[in-house]
DNA sequence: GCAAGGTCCGAAAACGTTTGCGTGTTGAAA
DNA sequence: TTTCAACACGCAAACGTTTTCGGACCTTGC
């Protein structure tokens, strides 16, 4: 087992002092070109690489930025990873990841835990848990601090810094305005309560999109789920009492719960059930029918989210203070459990 | 914008020195409790957090652990994530994700910058492309210097180090003998080409349980599959073609695809035909028919994997090396796509 | 009144870098 | 021979910690 290599180990190797060493490494004019070959070939050899730590002390900066999900076993989420990392990575930027679970007081935790030199900003989405409680604090303390944050997907208004969202009532309203187009009569929605806001602005799509139509609203038609662990037979009992044609629901989850219990009624999608979900994943892909919805482009959104941290980190220090929200659009995909 | 507080300026602003106060707040009894409270308060007052990077240099010890992983928008490797992160923050490390993308020249890239300090051990899934290269000297090189891996799922012999590995050939033969025990007579597989380990462990499971239960073995059953792009297409006209009545997938992907041919052909799941798999998935959990399928427990591996390298990491200088390998014993899920 | 011992605190080194500046050596010009 | 660049290199400080060691001052006991 051989410890890494420092410069302090090479100085004294080829009896020279350190910033020789150093110097010689990055090419200096300053060291002769007979000195500089010399540890340029000794580094080499040995395979030199310098410390990261003491960089990044010296430095101030680490050029590694932090995502905090609330949960990673979860394809939208990945998929925004994905796309921060691309991005990162070709900028020379290292990601590490940290998850909240859901719960507020991990949020604050990872954090103030990352912001102590680990990280140089942040792109993140807030816990359930966050956002029920309306605390921010945690967040503007770190803006206050001069590390970049940008918020994405599950973002609020509360706290000033870059944002990265999608259009959910536009994305909503192609949703549902696709199975007017496609012949649906009487259209239900499968949502969250209120509080989840992307819940809250896909509900709102779908109300704009039936007033636009001059479709009635019937607030019948809405089924608002709170308890995830008893979706499924919420949703079977709600499609058993609802006479309706076609059906949007703001996840995947909701669109095959509902599905299934569509076909153990023995009702068909699309014949008799036209149905509509958002987030384009494995699920959607692969399910029979597979699932006509609402992508959100997750890797775009990392992306993008990467770019506006790094322009921030990048900026110089005297441009102005300015905080962008990018919409990133939704698109439509059109498979098999709707009609065309 | 106030940056962030270190000692020396709680030391300038109280008129003391700087190793005053790191002994004030570590409770030294070297310090008079007067001016520990003192000291305590300011530092509690302004939030003061001792920044990671410098202790980090001085102990040598980043207390993070580094994941390298070839995708992440995979359900099981996010299990494993989890699983990892699970106990890492237990014991106070943080986890540093990053992606091979399957791609050599980057898991060298990702291991080599991560080894700079930035991380104190590392838990990683070999990339494709490393396995067929058997190109491993960036890993026994890491290894060389002292950092602790532990390799998990896509594993190797020639690196030495501690392993976490399901028992693919026993999950494999709990489903063939699954498909057995209710009934089916000619079970075809679905598989990979053998570089790709696991699949070629599977593959022996399934040949196993055929011999130990006197079922012929009939390589016209065995379909290997090289490019996952049109894997769909592939297995539709291998199942058109074999007339058996029951199938192992060695992954989700592939059990649906096949549903999904088998359905086209009119043929269903599982009176006709009964389809197990392999990954306990959204997909698995979700489809309709829902799938019996060969659960990996990543979370646990994850967690096994993260205890390893923190037992290595704690040991003493002075213990003797030794490398384990743990199993994660696999369970089958019955679910509809097989029969009772 | 003086040494011994306690109490409380500060100086400095160390972790591995980078970099401005000082200094010694060389060679050539005067 | 003297002088002065140019060149090649080393010193030291800095980033923010922790920790060992020693020193100043006060109290105590004789």
Do not use: W
């Not at 100085?11 to 540890?39: C, F, H, N, W, Y």
């Not at 691309?86 to 949020?107: M, P």
């Amino acid at each position: 087992m051989r410890p890494k290599l420092t410069l302090k180990q090479i100085a004294r190797e080829l009896d020279v002092s350190i910033s020789t060493v150093s110097k010689a490494l990055k090419d200096s004019p300053e060291i002769g070109e007979e000195t500089k070959q010399k540890i340029k070939a000794f580094a080499k050899l040995y395979n030199y690489k310098p410390n990261n730590i003491a960089l990044s002390l010296k430095n101030r900066k680490t050029r590694t930025i932090g995502i905090i999900i609330p949960e990673i076993v979860h394809y939208f989420f990945t998929t925004v990873i994905s796309g921060v990392e691309q991005v990162a990575n070709e900028k020379g930027y290292n990601v590490i990841v940290c998850l909240s679970n859901n719960s507020f007081d991990r949020e604050v935790l990872n954090l103030d835990l990352l912001a102590n030199g680990s990280t140089d900003g942040f792109i993140l989405s807030l816990a359930k848990e966050t956002m029920q409680k309306e605390d921010y604090h945690h967040l503007t303390e770190v803006i206050n601090q001069g590390m970049p944050v940008v918020l994405f997907d599950r973002v609020v208004e509360e706290v000033h810094c870059d944002k990265v969202i999608i259009d959910d009532i536009i994305g909503a309203k192609k949703a549902v305005e696709h199975l007017i187009e496609t012949g649906c009569k009487k259209i239900g929605i499968l949502t969250t309560v209120d509080y989840v806001s992307v819940g809250k602005l896909r509900t709102s799509g779908y109300i704009e999109a039936l007033e636009e139509n001059d479709y009635p609203l019937d607030e019948n038609l809405i089924l608002k789920i709170e308890d995830m662990e008893n979706s499924e037979k919420e949703i079977g009992e709600f499609l058993k009492t609802r006479d309706l044609d076609g059906l949007f629901a703001v996840n995947e989850q909701f669109a095959v719960s509902a599905i299934g219990a569509l076909r153990r009624q023995g009702r068909n999608v699309p014949e008799d059930v036209s149905v509509v979900g958002f987030t384009d994943g494995e699920l959607s892909k692969n399910f029979i029918p597979s699932l006509t919805t609402v992508s959100q482009h997750g890797t775009r959104m990392g992306a993008e989210a990467a770019r506006l941290l790094i322009d921030k980190l990048e900026r110089k220090p005297d441009e102005v203070e300015s905080y962008k929200t990018v919409i990133v659009e939704t698109s439509l995909v059109r498979r098999e459990s709707t009609k065309s």
